[in-house]
């Protein structure tokens, strides 16, 4: 897909000292809007924007808990009705298909909110739904919430019963196989799925009219898979359906303690449980389904940590999945220290102090597979204690390397930059990389029960997290004669595709695999004229759009004709660019066009504007990295470009810090290019600063 070319794709490149003098100012124009936002606290949060379905999950929950709040529902309301498209459908990320889940989810939650179903968008949205075989062809998670609330039969959701919770680590299917996302959601799906608990709605908001051949012909079992390892599964579901059923169940009710336990004992200070929506919701219904009185403190202290999620106006509401100061607060400093802002500025000593004081001193769940790891990490979110960020940490870490504070605090930052390498050194899986959360969780058995339709339930190693690691090792002045480095090297180097990118995990999806490998290769001392390096560069010069960006939309994760395609925005070219500066392309025409596209695209405000999504929570594919060969139409598992497995986010910060970090180390690179030609300054650059780019 190429975009529409702009006035640099058909007058020419810019001249360079037009370039530099545009560059500065761009630059300087980033630096205020940044310090212009920053939190009086000394961070950065900009909204991480997903789908519809948390706003509809929020009024069902809300509907649940017998927590209505009729001025939040009329604006939360609004809000998902300012997300349908055109055909009556909601869709997972801008621009997506409609996904059927997500439009029934949404249809639901209209009608609780007391739309009515003649209602010209619920009519058009009805209209879709049953296009695409209604409720019967959603996933598990939708048909759990409709179940809640009788709009879907009980026996067509798997089982999961709590002995699990009772299971030493070493056994198979114990919570530690999961990832942390899913360990955190299926300890309290544990209690509703084996005691189906209901909540009547009134029946205006009943949805009979989404079964296509009617409610009482629906066949509401659990379609049986189609592998053999699925089908023993989808068998012991159905023992365990038998099992429920019986009178004496001697560990049912020390599970169910644990399980309430565990739930109470994972709560966070915000309220929250695990800094994301999914088991903080479902932690809310176990919770209120097992005693409304005796876990009050809890329920009151979870509902009410919605508010500090949710983006409100006078007319709409918004409920984000997650929050990510840390990651924002990082990385906008990094980007303002590349880009010209002192060590010793200000702002930066601000934020530092706040990076610092949010390190993570205290025990999690990744010690079950860490042990004798002391902890040292950083979080996503304000408040994670239990799950420290793997990827957010290395970043947290390049970002005080590069600042400066006085006096003790200096050697307070030392010490938690020594502290976090420890952490995330003690974390390394026996492949060399790094996943997000967890050490060594790739047991792909757990992802085959009929409970795992959406999104991830493992977090292997992924090249993404890995190359940000080594590249913090590098920045640190490590080689790759430190064995940590030597392994995370060579597990870097087996993750290449062989046309040349990597995978982006976390990102999407092949020019953030390609601009977070490239700069780690380069700082940790490789050879940017190595063949694997030409693959990456002459894949990404292959995928330049007309108008000088770089794109990639979500689809690639399920459509391998799209890795690379996608209209241009400023986050991926950023990353294109970060990549191409690394390899030693700066002074290239592509690298220069690439600038160009970002310089020519800033807001008067110094931001960059951004609709598309492309940031990722889950690609879909249960097992957290790409399978081998991304499943065809009428092949299992198959996704179309709705993926509704899938999870995509829009980060409002990342069209911002992507592209100052981008242009700044341009500007370096150009610099440093002109000192070496014999330029008439022979000054040496000043470390992370350039002329005219200086700090406002």
């Known amino acids: 897909m190429k975009a529409e070319s702009n006035g640099s794709a058909r007058n020419g490149l810019a001249k360079p000292a037009e370039l530099s003098k545009r560059l500065g100012q761009a630059i300087r124009h980033s630096h205020k809007y940044f310090r212009d936002s920053q ?36 604006k939360i309301a609004n809000y998902i009705l300012s997300k349908q498209q055109e055909n009556g459908s909601w869709g997972q990320y801008y621009e997506a298909p409609g996904d059927v889940s997500t439009s029934v989810e949404c249809y639901f939650a209209l009608k609780l909110a007391g739309h009515r179903a003649d209602s010209p968008a619920l009519t058009r949205a009805r209209e879709f739904i049953l296009s695409r075989g209604g409720v019967p062809k959603t996933r598990v998670f939708t048909k759990i919430w409709l179940a809640l609330f009788g709009q879907w039969e009980w026996s067509g959701t798997p089982n999961l019963p709590p002995e699990l919770i009772l299971l030493p680590s070493w056994a198979p299917f114990n919570i530690y196989e999961f990832s942390s996302w899913a360990r955190a959601t299926i300890v309290p799906m544990s209690i509703i799925l084996t ?104 329920l009151n202290k979870g509902f009410e940590g919605f508010d500090s999620y949710a983006i409100e106006d006078e007319d709409t509401c918004t409920v984000q999945a997650c929050i990510s100061p840390v990651w924002d607060t990082c990385l906008a400093q990094v980007a303002l220290l590349e880009s010209g802002v002192a060590a010793d500025d200000p702002m930066v000593q601000q934020s530092s102090r706040w990076l610092m004081d949010n ?48 006096g003790s605090e200096d050697s307070r930052r030392r010490e938690a930059i020594r502290r976090g390498v420890e952490w995330i050194e003690g974390m390394q899986s026996r ?25 991830e339930t493992l977090d292997p190693p992924s090249a993404d997290v890995t190359a940000h690691i080594l590249e913090m090792y590098g920045r640190l002045g490590y080689s790759t004669e430190h064995p940590p480095v030597r392994r995370a090297y060579q597990y870097l180097l087996q993750e290449q595709e062989t046309d040349g990118p990597w995978f982006g995990r976390w990102g999407v999806n092949y020019i953030y ?68 500066i690394a390899a030693g392309e700066a002074g290239s025409p592509a690298c220069r066009r690439g600038v160009e596209y970002l310089l020519g695209i800033q807001q008067p405000d110094g931001s960059w504007d951004e609709p598309y999504f492309t940031g990722t929570g889950f690609p879909g594919y249960r097992i957290g990295e790409p399978p081998k060969g991304i499943p065809k139409p009428g092949e299992p598992e198959y996704q179309g470009l709705d993926m509704p497995a899938g999870f995509m986010i829009n980060y409002h910060l990342y069209r911002n810090y992507w592209p100052l970090l981008a242009l700044g180390r341009f500007a370096r690179a150009i610099a440093q290019d002109h000192h070496q030609a014999g330029s008439q300054d022979r000054r040496e650059p000043e470390p992370r600063r350039f002329e005219g780019a200086a700090s406002t």
């Not at 991480?48 to 009329?74: D, I, K």
């Not at 390609?514 to 490789?526: Q, Y």
Request: with cysteine; net charge negative; glycine share 10%.
């Open 431 to 455: 492949s060399g990389g790094w996943a997000a959360f967890d050490k060594d969780n790739n047991r792909r058995y757990v992802t085959k029960i009929p409970f795992s339709d959406f999104g």
């Open 513 to 580: 695999g390609v601009g977070a490998a490239l700069p780690a290769l380069e700082a940790i001392g490789e050879d940017m004229g190595q063949p694997h390096v030409r693959r990456a560069v002459n894949w990404l010069l292959a995928h330049q759009n007309d108008d000088g960006g770089w794109g990639e939309c979500c689809g690639s994760y399920v459509d391998e004709t799209l890795r690379g395609v996608g209209p241009s925005t400023a986050s991926q070219t950023a990353w294109a660019l970060l990549a191409l």
């Open 39 to 74: 939190h009086p606290d000394g961070y950065w949060w900009g909204e991480l924007e997903s789908n519809p379905t948390m706003e509809a999950e929020y009024l069902m929950l809300s509907h649940f808990l017998g927590r209505q709040r009729p001025e939040r529902w009329r």
């Open 195 to 298: 005691e189906r608990p209901y909540c009547p709605v009134p029946e205006s908001a009943n949805i009979d009219e989404l079964y296509p051949g009617g409610r009482e012909a629906t066949d509401f079992s659990l379609s049986v898979p189609d592998d053999w390892l699925s089908r023993g599964f989808f068998t012991l579901d159905r023992l365990m359906n038998l099992y429920r059923k019986i009178p004496m169940q001697p560990l049912r009710g020390l599970a169910r303690r644990r399980v309430i336990e565990w739930i109470l004992e994972h709560q966070e200070a915000d309220g929250a449980w695990g800094g994301i929506q999914p088991p903080w919701v479902y932690s809310l219904i176990a919770l209120h389904h097992a005693g409304l009185e005796e876990f009050s403190d809890a």
């Open 359 to 406: 390190q993570i001193l205290a025990e999690g769940d990744w010690q079950v597979r860490a042990k004798d790891t002391p902890p040292g990490g950083w979080a996503f979110e304000f408040h994670n204690d239990k799950y420290p960020d793997i990827d957010d940490s290395s970043e947290v870490i390049i970002a005080l390397d590069l600042a400066r504070l006085d």
